[in-house]
């Protein structure tokens, strides 16, 4: 797998991805990963790991492995000092042979070139396996590694260090992860060194519901709608102080997707389930223009109800009203053709 991020509020977010058959056939990644919480999970290891007492411990035994590998160097240099005296020894034998003598001149010749064979192997063999082993710890890099251990927790916890800084520090202390998601991501951590731990973690949450809103302000939306219309309710909620889930101001658009959302019934839909009537029904009913509906009510005539800006639903007026209202009406229709 290989990791991708993405900025979000100045912020990179980490995700982990199965690329293979992306580069061999073209597919889209076959899985991917929200890497924060792995993230987060590696880094308490690390912290957990890095500390002054795991690496005295970390440091005894590699002192320990380094008198072990000093005296495994001991045995193979005293077999390559035997095998040089062999080759050496078959070479006297060789030189002080009876020129005359092929067929014993040819033994020794034979025998001698085994032994140089054998000389050239060891020394090979002991060489290859001395740069190997050639790592040791002095005691001035004895003090930088336990410094490390008490500086390692502050920069990586610290905000202002770069991901990709703490990338670099866990190559350094770390082999390979191996991720596994089932019902949860499974980590099977491999340390330098080649020890292992595994670690679980649950899978992690859609981008979409780290942003939800919190239950109480959903059931808060729904009960101010009865009254009032979704910018008044978002003027409300700023008022106190509450945010979106995306830790934002709310506002007239906010609150409709949160209605849509959570399922929730416009104040529109409810003030039309409650009984109340468009412009264009109340005008119909008193026979009369969509201005006139708008001039009573705004003299207080017709009792409106405001479901956004500019946009009312009406009372039905009352039968007195209606007739008299109605009468209104029909006298001023007189009028205008006297």
Known sequence: MRVRYHAYRGRLIPEYECYRHTQQRGEP??????????????????????????LEVALSVQQEIQTRIEEADRLRRTHVERARYEAQLA?????????????????????????????AEAEQVYEHQRQADSATIDSQQRERILALARDFPRLWQDPNTPARERKRMARLL?????????????LSVRFKGGATTVLTISLPHRYYDL????????????????????????????????????????????????????????RQQRLREAGLLTSAEIAEML?????????????GV?????????????HPPSPDLLNKLQAKQSHCEVQYEN
Request: proline share 3%.
């Open 29 to 54: 990644p076959c899985q991917v990963i929200y890497g924060a919480g792995i993230d987060t999970a590696i880094g308490r290891l690390l912290v957990e790991a890095v500390t002054p007492l795991a």
């Open 91 to 119: 070479q006297r034998r060789y030189l002080q042979v009876d020129p005359d003598n092929r067929l014993v001149a040819g033994t020794l010749e034979a025998d001698w070139n085994s032994k140089l064979r054998a000389l």
């Open 174 to 186: 770390l082999e390979d992860v191996t991720l596994t998601k089932k019902e949860n991501i499974t």
């Open 211 to 266: 942003h939800k809103l919190d239950p109480a302000v959903v059931q808060e939306i729904d009960r101010l709608l009865d009254r009032h219309t979704e910018a008044e309710i978002a003027r409300m909620f700023n008022d106190h102080g509450l945010r979106t889930g995306y830790d934002r101001k709310f506002n007239a658009v906010g609150i409709q997707h949160a209605l849509r959302t959570y399922g929730l019934k416009s």
């Open 287 to 299: 026979q009369t223009s969509l201005s006139m509906v708008c001039y009573w009510r705004c003299h």
């Open 302 to 314: 017709l009792r409106g109800e405001t479901y956004g800006e500019n946009k009312y639903l009406y």
